[in-house]
């Protein structure tokens, strides 16, 4: 079974054979959505395209593009490519910034997906052998269903979790032996430092693998949860709006994710000026899936800002490395005029030992930003001398400093006053929109 999910034949193809599979699928590909989706076709008219245009992949970029903002214009059915008879599923995005996008799925959408992440189960080293434990949320997120699917097909006994009831998800990681665990990086660290408190030393843990995506987290993370739980993290990348997770997976090489480009052409653009960049400058990523049929989104602005990367991988596999995504353009914050992203505050954090707790607070008191970050302390460092907190906030001040350029008051708080995440992790509360 698992040499069917690591097809090899295309996932390590020269690059000619997945440019000429690319080049034959956009031109079905942009046929269909002009016939389908009457408000592509009218972008595609104002810029006077007609599918004739694309004759080839490098023709890519003469079209438009989609944004978040269209499929809101087009909620609930504007975008839809198929006849509601052929559609069997939906999901949706959480539409915490604005009015939820629904993205549908046919019979073959779901089983070309469920082939993606099949092939993510298959590159973290998992085998019909294996026991995974799906701890993703089920329902309209597509984390839950998503990897279920990747499993089942695989063959692997799958356990459809959810998120939530960690002493529940401990239980059932020890009775079943399960040796995969897919969650949130967050949920994945919440679980693991539960486990340890509760005694658990790694050896005693019997997963050999977790599937950590669907938010952006540090190399100093993943090593925390693979030393607390004594296995290999392997990053995850997808949206909604392309199907789920497994657009893009990591492999053995643990350096990058490759992008399933027989599915899925990816881009980078200039977020600024729409314009497309070298491959391997760092930009916001932009996707085309080449073979959706309820949902099919061309040149989709992810605004997720990443690089991509065609050395040669370890694993043998061919398709481009997507690096791990800094966060959103949108999740990045402009504080007295500076780019901050959390990513990088957890990556202070992490390396002068402390958990992946914290909260961003931002204001605007007499037209100044302020700028506060509360970080939580793990039990051996809590203290009640003084002393020592004003060294610790004054190094922790001194090294954000150093790798954001501004300044942030610290606040050190105890252990466990920071809520954990179960799903995505919310570290950020920017009072100056309210
Ligand atoms: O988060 C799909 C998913 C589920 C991916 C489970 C991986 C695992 P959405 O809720 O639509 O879909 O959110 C998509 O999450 O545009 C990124 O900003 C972020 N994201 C997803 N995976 C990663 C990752 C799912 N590995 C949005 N690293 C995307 C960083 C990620 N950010």
Known sequence: MMERYFQ????????????????????????????????????????????????????????????????????????????????????????????????????????????????????????????????????????????????????????????????????????????VLCCTPSYAAYIAETMKEQGYTPDQI?????????????????????????????????LTELSG????????????????????????????TGEVLPEGEEGEIVFTSLDKEAFPLLRYRTRDISRLSREKCSCGRTFVKMMKPKGRSDDMLIIKGVNVFPSQIETVLLNLGYPANYQIIVDRVNNTDTFDILVEMTPEMFTDDIGEITARQKQLVSALKDMLGIRANVKLVGPKTIARSEGKAVRVIDKRKI
């Open 245 to 272: 997770p497994g657009v893009a997976f990591e492999c053995s090489d643990q350096n990058g994710m490759h992008v399933n480009e027989d599915h899925f052409y990816v881009e980078t653009i200039d977020p600024e």
């Open 8 to 179: 090899k034949d295309i996932e390590c193809a020269p690059r000619e054979q997945i440019i000429a599979l690319q080049n034959e699928k956009i031109v079905k590909q942009v046929h269909h959505v002009w016939n389908s989706v009457p408000y592509y076709k009218k972008l595609m008219q104002d810029k006077g395209l007609t599918p004739d245009d694309i004759k080839g992949i490098e023709d890519i970029h003469k079209l438009p593009f989609i944004s978040k903002k269209d499929l809101r214009e087009c909620y609930p059915y504007g975008m839809l490519g198929a006849p509601l008879k052929d559609c069997v599923r939906i999901h949706s995005t959480s539409g915490t910034t604005g009015k939820r996008v629904i993205a549908f799925y046919t019979r073959n959408d779901l089983d070309l997906w469920s082939d993606c992440t099949a092939r993510a189960l298959v590159a973290a080293g998992a085998s019909d052998e294996d026991v995974v434990q799906v701890s993703y949320g089920y329902g309209l997120f597509t984390g839950g269903f998503g990897l279920n699917d990747g499993a089942v097909k695989l063959g692997c006994l799958t356990v459809p979790m959810s998120s939530g009831n960690t002493d529940r998800q401990i239980m059932f990681i020890n009775d079943l032996k399960a040796t």
């Open 206 to 238: 019997p997963l050999k693998a977790g599937i950590f995506g669907a938010e952006a987290w540090s190399e100093e993370m993943r090593h925390d949860i693979e030393k607390t739980l004594g296995i290999k993290a392997y990053d995850i990348y997808g």
